[in-house]
């Protein structure tokens, strides 16, 4: 059989996994990419690769290697000189070399979001150097919320609300960075009601949104999601526009989470992630077209389907709280049972190969039939409590 097409995925994790399934239903050949072997898409794939992401050499052997039809990236942190270099070749980047490179630097994003396309942001300065951030604390305002220009998973965030945290704010933020930039994003504390992730599909017959997905995080990274997220419909209309402004500005088809804070119906861009997005595991049960499959038909320029929500539905993470290597998990069967006979209880456990601090292991989801939201938020945290990580003490 012939492939579909070709995809080289940069980036393995938990949401690669997921797209690698989605892709093969489609008749995809996917090689998985990731700087350690085993990673959780690779288990899945038809082949793999093992580089660091950061290696422009390595990329762009991998890429003459296999001279894929898409270049998928999964995660932030790639040479994105080379993807623009190849794309110049003739490779396809999804969603555009542009969009990556915009997108690995909180810095780029938002100045195309606030200076080029004028949404609305908080305030916000730039600095390289604990004074910068000084000088930043005093143009902006406290509290200020500090994060890396370049992270991933809430890594290097925190909340400064004295002078006195500057120094630690800085520290944290140093040890959170990815690649080689030390640079921060200083941004005025938003007194939001809620903050949600809108998913938006870029695809060859128009743009599409899912219903709003709204987030609980904790150290900066999602612990919970729930979909659909009240939310007043003038405010809806309002991250509608302004997602499919940053979308359309990005350029390329694909999935994008774009992520909004909500006060009232005033909104307020945050950030911005052309790719499947944690938050959006939850549509693996609220929606017949989850996040990953309409991802991989926008790539592949297939029609997006009419998106249809199931229902009030839930995920919870389940997490790892030491480093290790030979583990087990338990209370898989005591978590896998529902409430009553109106919800759905499902569990994703990711295959990652270790554990450390904190490290997303798998994800539970709940969806309840009677369209009660609490109850299903309620079902996907019993769910993942329920799930015990044995380390063999």
Avoid at 30 to 53: H, K, T, W
Avoid at 169 to 193: L, N, S, T
Avoid at 224 to 232: H, L, N
Avoid at 265 to 288: C, K, N, W, Y
Wanted: proline share 5%; charged share 25%.
């Amino acid at each position: 059989m012939t492939p579909t097409a070709t995809i080289l995925l940069l980036g393995s994790g938990e949401l690669g996994r997921e797209f690698v399934i989605s892709a093969k239903r489609l008749g995809c050949w996917v090689i998985a990419c990731d700087a350690y072997d085993d990673a959780p898409a690779m288990q899945l794939a038809d082949g793999r690769e093992i580089f660091s992401m950061l290696d422009g050499a390595a990329l762009r052997a991998a890429i003459e290697r296999h001279r894929p039809d898409h270049i998928v990236p999964e995660i932030e942190a790639i040479r994105t000189e080379i993807l623009a270099e190849v794309e110049a070749e003739g490779f396809h980047v999804v969603p555009s070399a542009k969009a990556a490179q915009m997108t690995m630097n909180r810095d780029a994003i938002r100045d195309l979001a606030a200076v080029e396309l004028g949404l609305a942001t908080s305030p916000y300065r730039y600095a390289e150097s604990r004074d910068e951030l000084a000088e930043a604390a005093k143009a902006v305002g406290l509290p200020l919320v500090v994060k890396p220009v370049m992270s991933s998973s809430g890594k290097g965030q925190s909340v400064v609300r004295e002078a006195n945290e500057i120094d630690a704010a800085w520290d944290y933020a140093a040890a959170g960075m990815r690649g080689d930039r030390q640079r921060v994003i200083a941004e005025g504390f938003v007194e939001f009601e809620y903050e949600i992730t809108l998913l938006t599909v870029a695809a060859a017959d128009g743009i599409h949104f899912c219903p709003p997905i709204g987030h609980r995080q904790e150290r900066g990274d999602y612990r919970e999601s729930w979909q659909p997220a009240a939310m007043s419909l003038a405010a809806q209309a309002s991250a509608q526009e302004m997602a499919g402004k940053v979308v359309g500005a990005l350029g390329g088809h694909g999935l994008f989470g774009v992520e909004f804070f909500v006060r009232g119906d005033a909104v307020i861009f945050s950030e911005l992630s052309p790719r499947p997005h944690d938050t959006g595991m939850v549509t693996l049960v609220s929606q017949d077209l989850s996040e990953f499959d309409l991802h991989a038909r926008a790539i592949l320029g297939l029609p997006i389907a009419p998106i249809v929500a199931r229902g009030a539905s839930a995920s919870a993470v389940i997490l790892a709280d030491r480093d290790a290597d030979d583990f087990a998990f338990a209370g898989l069967a005591e978590a896998l049972v529902a409430p009553d006979a109106d919800t759905l209880v499902d569990v994703r456990l990711f295959g990652k190969p270790a554990t450390r601090p904190y490290r997303r292991m798998g994800v539970a989801l709940a969806r309840h039939g009677g369209g009660d939201l609490a109850r299903a938020r309620a079902a996907a945290v019993a769910a993942a409590d329920a799930i015990t990580i044995d380390y063999g003490d």
